[in-house]
């Protein structure tokens, strides 16, 4: 809510800070007009591809898809994680890592 001088009701210019599991999330375009994130821009922020997005989309509601990317966790962080945490055994284990083997 533009004017909102509650925590909750603060819009970022240009930016969300951060995605919650609701629909109320909201970005000021160019136009200085408040417009709420789409499911797919959701998703999207989130590191999903549009494709996943879609396969979801269909069995999903949007209710859903807003919930779904709020408590997920950013794919690109989750592979980085992951990769430190097995580069060391596969290390010692003399073995290539690639980050499609993940």
């Known amino acids: 809510y533009e004017t909102s001088n509650i925590r909750r009701g603060r819009v970022g210019k ?3 800070q951060t995605l919650t599991t609701n629909d109320q999330m909201g970005v000021i375009d160019k136009g200085m007009k408040i417009r ?7 998703w999207r922020f989130m590191g999903f ?10 069995v999903c509601s949007n209710t859903q898809l ?7 966790i950013v794919v690109d962080v989750l592979e980085k994680i992951l990769y ?3 580069i060391e ?7 290539q890592l690639n980050i499609m083997d993940l």
């Open 36 to 42: 709420k994130l789409t499911p797919l821009e959701c």
């Open 14 to 16: 240009e930016v969300s």
């Open 66 to 72: 807003y919930k779904q990317a709020g408590n997920s």
């Open 49 to 58: 591809t549009d494709e996943e997005f879609r396969k979801a989309e269909k």
């Open 89 to 95: 055994d596969y290390k010692q284990h003399d073995i």
């Open 84 to 86: 430190n945490l097995l």
